[in-house]
Nanobody
Framework: QVQLEESGGGLVQTGGSLRISCAAS????????LGWYRQAPGKQRDMVAT???????NYANSVKGRFTISRDNAKNTVYLQMNSLKPENTAVYYC???????????WGQGTQVTVNT
């Protein structure tokens, strides 16, 4: 089992920046990729960014150039740096991990990010 715990969410003004973190514990050696998803009220959960074990990253088109995913293997932590935030970025952001060539099978509890106009 892998446990994920997000932190760092909060309220930010339009155009501002925020960094959220996700600490992994448990069977971390089994993790092949980590990622961030988000879910706005009344909408489905969508991928924001992912980072593979080798460091390859993937971003949703809507966040390319503004968001950066990174990982600190020594701290077993993945980060999402969010710049130039917009009100439509308001959502609960979830950290996820997978331990094989399939969709995320471990999820954190989520952290709320609210962008005010």
């Amino acid at each position: 089992q892998v446990q994920l715990e997000e932190s760092g969410g909060g309220l930010v003004q339009t155009g501002g920046s925020l960094r959220i973190s996700c600490a992994a514990s448990g069977r971390i050696f089994s993790i092949t990729a980590l990622g961030w998803y988000r879910q706005a009220p009344g909408k489905q959960r969508d991928m924001v960014a992912t980072i593979a074990q080798g460091g390859a990253t993937n971003y949703a088109n809507s966040v390319k150039g503004r968001f950066t995913i990174s990982r600190d293997n020594a701290k077993n932590t993945v980060y999402l740096q969010m710049n130039s935030l917009k009100p439509e970025n308001t959502a609960v952001y979830y950290c996820c991990a997978r331990d094989g060539p399939w969709d995320c099978n471990y999820w954190g509890q989520g952290t709320q990010v609210t962008v005010n106009t």
